[in-house]
Structures are given as structure tokens and as C-alpha cells.
């Protein structure tokens, strides 16, 4: 049997999506935002100072996208994964106002009218609603694109109000008297809107900013609602959002990772000499505040950035500064989590992070980074790492400092590291690198496609020369979720979803295959489990039998043949699980909270090792099993 041992949450950070600049408790103008965490809270900045001026938890929400008030300063926040609203009235405390849609789990933005009426976009039916500030009622006005799972931002103008969709770009108004709606044609030079996203949407002073990209630069469009016309092109904007119209007529955007000020009516960009550095420079809010300060006279631009700094700018003096605000570090959720040597490694869930966790003690060094799906100690000591977006593979050489440029630099002429190796997004599509396995002194990589794809990759890197070999869809239409290896040949765990999991399937069920490394050669691919969509993780047991799990079942393949042995169903539901295994057994994740143990002989029947919710699975050596629930990792001590 095993000891359960608590070791903490060895991720924390600041975490800031939803925001927006408005009157805060004093009255004053403050910098409205939503932290990242369970819960996530909802917070009031004092721009002035960076300090706190409210910090309220919003039960049940991980986070939010959406953020907004109402001309009486009423505070809105629309959330995820609970598809919930939430109310602060000036003076008061959060209201839980309920899911507005039953069937939408996410709401993605959020805007106001003149009127205090709240509209929110949502997912995963791409809905738009309008709730009654006054009355509570909510107003569902359906599906606006057919095909489009989400509305991923949104804005309102003078009765109507502007949409962008995902996965494809398109643009939408909707009358919100009639429920009418008219798409907007596409920008001149965008073609064809498939596999492009509308990431951000403003309505300021009679034109729709709408920004055809990602999380990075990108064409932010400007829309003229009076003549129906595109009338510019702004290059390498940033997003998230761009600032209200000023007293001049003009507005702030962050471009070409600068603080820059736009006139609409002469199309003119000006550099405000307030620059940004690393692979995130999205602004979550932003609008203007008057500070009080000698070097910010009169009215300022604030805003605050993803990792919870500040940025201000004073058009009169010129002054501008970068600082961290007081918004406290909340718990990440562990995404992967893997065993070394003498250490464990966990990777975060969206707001990302890397720690290294001493087993004994639970103490952990943690470094700011992408949000981390798989993670390897290598036999060359390195961490090696698969990061999302963009299918990333990293190299940590733990006997240097880290410091990442994208992320968390070190002091000045620091190396980078961890090192990137590859970028599956621009040549092979892809967007998670899900799976890590060793063969060889090289690094197997299995991949999850982006945006609206199907099909994955299978990617063997080699340390020695830098070069990889790429191979997508060794199974056709179909993902790499897990990966092990063994004498030259790499093993796979395959599922049949696409990147966002809204494109029909092709196929019918999640494969095993296993790929001649030296050869490039697929020597046999098996469906395991008739009708299971995922085959999530794979290992080598100490019969050795390739083991894998599909759900709510384990199995057992012949190595050489792809024949399955046994096959044993233990659990209720089609949760992804986890396999590891030690020299004296194979231990499977069931159902995100049984652990089972499958032990050498002749019955090999599994036994229940373990009750704990869960979420990953993992191995130390012989001696230990890892758990993660949420944002707390668990040591499992196995006795003998």
C-alpha cells in the first residue's frame, strides 16, 4: 500500500485576463481586474500607488476574461469554467448572479450600455446575452455565427453590438432591439477567415477596432460604422484591449511593444517611448486616471499587464514606468508533473510556471514560464520541457541560472535558459507538446494540432546535432497524448479530438502505435479500446507488456505485435488517466480518483492501491508515486 504526503502548492503567481479602468471603493479611479486562482478574485488597484483597495474572491470561478462596469461604477465580471456572472455595487459586496445561459460553461468577454445592461459573449455555442441591470432578466439572443463555438470578443455602440469569432474570423452586428444580425465583410487583404481569429474588439467613438491575431502582435482593422467601410490597418498590435478615446480625440494601443497613441481622424501613430519586453505584452486594461502624482500631472494612460505590473504614461511630461502592483500570488493549477533523479518537477496550467520540488520537504524553486504540458528529466540531467502555444520543446541545464527572455529574465548577459529547441506551429500546426519520451539519447516529442485541426505530430529531436525529424499524423487524424519508448522504438497514445476538440472526428477510436525511430518507420498501429476516443498514456511495465489506458479501461499490448493481451475495465467515466510504472508494478489512473496496481504473475488482476482525487499521475524511481489535485502535489511512499 501507499503513505499519502502533502507537499504543498509549489506554484504561485500573479495571473491578470479580465480588466478594465473605473471607479474603484474611494470613489477614485482604480484599475479593476480579475487574479487567476480557486477561486479567483476580483480586484481594485490604486493606480497612484499600486496598492490594493479590494481584493474579493469569487466562489466557484477559476478566472476571468471578462471584466466591465456600468456608468453608475457598478463592476461586472463575467467567468470560466463556471459560465458565471458576478455583481459589485458601489458600496457592496459580490453578488453571484448565476450562470446566464444554462448551456455555457464560458464567458468570454464582456461590455455595457448606456443603460447599465450587461451583454456577454460565450462558449461553446457561441452565444450572445444581455442581462437587465435592473430586473435580473436575461435575454439570450442565440448562436450569431452558426459554426463558431465562440464568441471571443465583443463591444457595444450605439444599439448595436459588434462580435469576433473562434475558430474563424468573423465579424458580427447585432441590433439589440430586434436581435438582428449582419456579418460585417472581412477586411481587405484578410481572405480567407478559416483558421484566423477576431483575439480582440473595441467599439471607440464610432469605429470597431477589431484584431485579427493571437496573444501576439498582430493587424488591428478599423471598422468606420457611419460608412460601412474598413478605413485602416493598424500593424503589430498587441491587444488585449486599446484605451477609451481621450479628451484629444485620440487613443492608446500597445504596437510594436511600445505604448502608442493613435488619432483616427489623421491615422497617425506616435511612439510614447514606454516599451515592453518579453513574450507577452497584452495590455488587460487600460484607460486613463488622474494620479495626484508631481511627475503625472493632470490626466495619465494606466493599465496593467498579464503577470500583474502596472504600466503608466504622462502625455504632458513624458514620464512613464513599469512597476509590480500588490495583487497578491495565487495557487496555480498543476498541469504535469514528472519525477527525477532526486527531485520532482510540476508544470502550471495557464498562468504556466516550472517548480522544483524537493520530495522530502515540499520545498520548491519557482520560475515564471508558458503554461507547461509535459515535463522529462533526461539521462543528461536536463529538464526538458513541452510548452503551449506553439508546441514549444526546452532544454533546462539545471546546473546553470534560469532565465528566460520570454518570461523571467535573469540579470543582464545571463544565457538564455531554458533554451528553446523547436516550434512545431509554423511548419507542422501544432500547438501543445503533450508528450515526452527518451529513445536514444534523443527527445520523442507527440504534439496536439492548433486552432480547428485534426491531426498530430510525432517529432524526434536530436540534442547532438539540433535537428529534428517531423512526422505528422503517424496515426492519421489523430494527436499524441502519450509517449514511452524502448531499444529504438517510440510507443504512442493517440487520441481522435482535434486542437480546440469542435471538429468532428474522422475516427472512431484512440490508437497505440509504435514508431522505428532509426527506420522512420511506423511499425504498427491498434485500436486498444473499441470506441474509447483517447488512449492518454502508455508505459512499460515489468512483464514487459506495453500498458496504456482509454478511460475506464487498462490494457495490456504485445510490444512487437501490437496485439492486446489483457484488458481490464475499472472505472465509470472517460476521464484521461495516467500509467507509470516501477520494476515491481504498473499503477493506472482511474476515473481522476482511484489508483490502481497491477503487479507481475499469472492473473495480474489489479487491485486498488489508492482513493484521492486527482487530476495527473506520476512516478519518483521505485519508491514513490506523484499526485496532483488542482494546485497541491502529493507524494505517494509505496511500501514493500
Known amino acids: 500500500m501507499g503513505t499519502l504526503v502533502s507537499l504543498g502548492t509549489p506554484l504561485s503567481d500573479v495571473l491578470l485576463i479580465g480588466g478594465t479602468v473605473a471607479p474603484g471603493p474611494n470613489g477614485r479611479t482604480a484599475i479593476w481586474n480579475v487574479s487567476t486562482g480557486s477561486p479567483a478574485y476580483l480586484n481594485a488597484i490604486d493606480p497612484a500607488t499600486g496598492a490594493s483597495l479590494l481584493s474579493a474572491a469569487l466562489p466557484g470561478a477559476d478566472g476571468s476574461y471578462a471584466v466591465g462596469a456600468t456608468p453608475d461604477g457598478t463592476i461586472y465580471a463575467g467567468t ?111 481572405g480567407d477567415p478559416a483558421d484566423k481569429v477576431v483575439y480582440d474588439l473595441n467599439a471607440r467613438g464610432g469605429r470597431v477596432y477589431a484584431r485579427i491575431s493571437t496573444a501576439f502582435p498582430g493587424p488591428l482593422y478599423v471598422w468606420d460604422i457611419a460608412s460601412r467601410t474598413w478605413v485602416d490597418e493598424i500593424p503589430n498590435a498587441h491587444g488585449l484591449d486599446i484605451s477609451p478615446i481621450g479628451a484629444d480625440g485620440s487613443l492608446y494601443l500597445i504596437q510594436n511593444s511600445e505604448l502608442t497613441k493613435y488619432d483616427p481622424a ?46 503608466r504614461y504622462n502625455p504632458q511630461t513624458g514620464k512613464s514606468e513599469i512597476f509590480q502592483t500588490q495583487v497578491r500570488r495565487e495557487p496555480i493549477e498543476i498541469l504535469s508533473v514528472a519525477g527525477g533523479k532526486d527531485k520532482i518537477y510540476a508544470g502550471g496550467f495557464l498562468n504556466g510556471g516550472v517548480s522544483v520540488v524537493d520530495p522530502s520537504t515540499g520545498a520548491a524553486t519557482f520560475n515564471r514560464f508558458s503554461q507547461v504540458e509535459a515535463l522529462m528529466e533526461g539521462s543528461d540531467g536536463k529538464l526538458w520541457i513541452g510548452a503551449y502555444p506553439e508546441a514549444r520543446l526546452y532544454a533546462y541545464d539545471q546546473t546553470q541560472p534560469w532565465s528566460s527572455p520570454e518570461y523571467s529574465p535573469g540579470p543582464p548577459g545571463t544565457s538564455d535558459n531554458p533554451t528553446q529547441l523547436l516550434n512545431l506551429k509554423p511548419d507542422l500546426l501544432q500547438t ?70 469542435t471538429t468532428p472526428p474522422t475516427r472512431h477510436a484512440g490508437t497505440v502505435f509504435a514508431w522505428d525511430v532509426a527506420k522512420s518507420k511506423k511499425l504498427w498501429e491498434t485500436v486498444p479500446v473499441p470506441g474509447a476516443v483517447t488512449v ?41 488517466g495516467d500509467i507509470v510504472a516501477t520494476t515491481d508494478a504498473v499503477y493506472v489512473s482511474i476515473d481522476l480518483n482511484k489508483i490502481y496496481r497491477i503487479a507481475p504473475g499469472k492473473k495480474q488482476t489489479p487491485t486498488l492501491f489508492l482513493e484521492h482525487a486527482h487530476r495527473r499521475l506520476g512516478v519518483r524511481g521505485d519508491d514513490q508515486l506523484l499526485l496532483t489535485n488542482g494546485s497541491e502535489l502529493f507524494r505517494v511512499d509505496i511500501s514493500r
Not at 444554462?102 to 455595457?112: D, L, V
Not at 479501461?553 to 489483457?566: E, I
Open 266 to 311: 489623421t491615422k497617425t501613430l506616435t511612439g510614447t517611448g514606454l516599451t515592453f519586453t518579453g513574450r507577452i505584452q497584452n495590455a488587460r486594461s487600460i484607460g486613463y486616471a488622474d494620479l495626484g502624482l508631481p511627475d503625472y500631472p493632470g490626466t495619465s494612460v494606466v493599465g496593467t499587464l498579464w503577470r500583474g505590473e502596472e504600466f
Open 536 to 576: 492518454s498514456s502508455v508505459t512499460f511495465g515489468p512483464d514487459g507488456l506495453l500498458w496504456g489506458v482509454a478511460g475506464k479501461t487498462v490494457f495490456a499490448v504485445d510490444p512487437h505485435s501490437g496485439k492486446v493481451l489483457k484488458s481490464f475495465v475499472l472505472g465509470t467515466t472517460n476521464s484521461s
Open 432 to 501: 501543445r507538446a503533450r508528450a515526452l519520451a527518451e529513445v536514444n539519447g534523443k527527445i520523442a516529442v507527440g504534439t496536439v494540432p492548433d486552432g480547428d485541426r485534426l491531426g498530430g505530430a510525432l517529432v524526434i529531436y536530436d540534442p547532438n546535432t539540433n535537428t529534428a525529424q517531423k512526422y505528422r499524423n503517424v496515426v492519421q487524424d489523430e494527436c499524441v497524448f502519450g509517449l514511452t519508448a524502448r531499444q529504438g522504438i517510440v510507443y504512442g497514445g493517440t487520441s481522435i479530438v482535434g486542437g480546440l476538440s
Open 80 to 190: 470560466y469554467n463556471n459560465g458565471h456572472l458576478y455583481r459589485l455595487r458601489p458600496g457592496g459586496t459580490v453578488e453571484d448572479l448565476g450562470r446566464p445561459i444554462a448551456s455555457e460553461t464560458f464567458i468570454w468577454r464582456i461590455t455595457t450600455d448606456d443603460q447599465g445592461n450587461v451583454y456577454g459573449g460565450t462558449f461553446p455555442n457561441g452565444k450572445v446575452f444581455r442581462y437587465d441591470d435592473k430586473t435580473g432578466a436575461v435575454r439570450d439572443y442565440g448562436t450569431v455565427k452558426p459554426g463558431q463555438t465562440y464568441v471571443k470578443s465583443i463591444d457595444y455602440a450605439d444599439g448595436k453590438i459588434y462580435t469576433g469569432s473562434l475558430p474563424d474570423a468573423h465579424i458580427m452586428e447585432l441590433d439589440v432591439d430586434s436581435g438582428a444580425i449582419t456579418e460585417l465583410p472581412s477586411p481587405p487583404g484578410l
